[in-house]
């Protein structure tokens, strides 16, 4: 697609991080935004800051964990904004686990496996279907993560594991609408190629009451934002480099214009990862863990 102007963008988790630089990179091209959320307060954010540079857009609460709460984001897409042409299935938490997995709060897989993997399940069976009924060009795009699609970082687990699935789904997903012949382009985006800095890391403040844990406030890792990380990196000599959300709502805009399947920007330390990971396989190395940043 390149042209984005009158274009109806639907971007859950659009309230911070990389969806609200999404909704900005598309807003600024012309095209009109729905959001999708559950953070009231960056919701309100968000909507007053498009509005502020003339954007057109709505702003809706939507739990990606409930069907029922994305086709309501669908209907006041369509309704409100006249069309459906660019879903992100992107919001997307991490639960913070730390320690030994036999030993992770239920809660933590349920709310991790909730958003990241039925998130996606759910948008692509609300939206897949409003997409090939409108028969127009159109693009799904699925955000994933290098940890679980191409590389397993031995630190989240949990959330490894959601990556891998939504990968593995956004890869299956492309195949069945290429062998339809469908006009929808599904892309897999990766934000990077560094640790992006998002509310990720404090994705607790959305964490419905009846997952929290009792007695535990923030992440047990204790990083709870990307200069924790830096932090606690440094103390082992690690320096973690970071990008800016807008960096990859442009890199994504970029691979959108080209109907590009990967939208992946990856360094030379990144594409040695994915190397080292296809040489072990194919030489059937026991496997060692790879380092973070
Ligand atoms: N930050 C990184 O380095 C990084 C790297 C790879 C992948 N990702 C992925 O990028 C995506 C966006 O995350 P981000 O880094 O911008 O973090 P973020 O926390 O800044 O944004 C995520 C958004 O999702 C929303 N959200 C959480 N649960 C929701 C639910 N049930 N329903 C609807 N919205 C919900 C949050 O309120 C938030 O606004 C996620 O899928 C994440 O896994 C991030």
Redesign the pocket.
Known sequence: MQDFNGKVAVI??????????LAFALGRRGAKIAV????AD?MAQVAADLAAENIEAIVEH????SQD?LEALADAAVGKLGGLHLVFA?????AGETGAMWDYSEKDWQWTF???VW?VVNSIRVFMPRLVARGEPSHFVV?????GAYTVLPDVPI?TAT?AA?HTITENLHYQVQAGGLPVTVSA????P??????????G??R?EALKKEGVEGNESGINS?DDMKRMAAEFGIEIQT?H?DEVAEMAVRGLQQDAFWLLETTPETDDKIRARADMILNRTTPVPAALG
């Open positions: 859950t988790g659009g309230a911070s991080g990389v969806g609200r630089s999708g959320d559950v953070d960056a939507c739990d990606v964990t709460s992107n919001a997307g938490i991490g909730n958003v990241n998130g955000t994933g993560s290098g940890n959330y990556k939504v985006l990766f934000p990077g560094h640790v992006v800095d998002t509310g990720l890391f404090n994705s403040r959305v419905p990307v990008t959300p």
